[in-house]
Nanobody, 122 residues
Framework: QVQLVESGGGLVQAGGSLRLSCVVS????????MGWYRQAPGNQRELVAT???????VYADSVKGRFTISRDNANDTVYLQMSILKPEDTGVYCC????????????????WGQGTLVTVSS
């Protein structure tokens, strides 16, 4: 019923920038927290950043000052602007959202996207 589709990943040199986008579609009633997570090869998935519907944000210490999360509530989209990228930022970046659907308005379900690969070369 609900899909998250990420875009914007790719190959970039260290010090460069990328902007990720994630669009939520389907039978959406409301969206609570949206976020980005990443998983590097051989590592567990880790939080990158989250943003509430009111705009409050949380960042992993490793990306503070370099990444900015934002959202467009009118278009059910969340963004991740990544700057001063480092090789250790390499990984699959997945979008996450807490979504209440039209048929289940009083309960938020956690939905994940398929992910987009970010590769930072040194």
């Amino acid at each position: 019923q609900v899909q998250l589709v990420e875009s914007g990943g790719g190959l970039v040199q260290a010090g460069g920038s990328l902007r990720l986008s994630c669009v939520v579609s389907g039978s959406i009633f409301s969206i609570n927290v949206m976020g980005w997570y990443r998983q590097a090869p051989g590592n567990q998935r880790e939080l990158v950043a989250t943003i509430t519907s009111g705009g409050s944000t949380v960042y992993a210490d490793s990306v503070k000052g370099r990444f900015t999360i934002s959202r467009d509530n009118a278009n059910d989209t969340v963004y991740l602007q990544m700057s001063i990228l480092k090789p250790e930022d390499t990984g699959v970046y997945c979008c996450n959202a807490e979504v209440a659907t039209i048929t289940l308005k009083n309960r938020y379900l956690e939905v994940w996207g398929q992910g987009t690969l970010v590769t930072v070369s040194s």
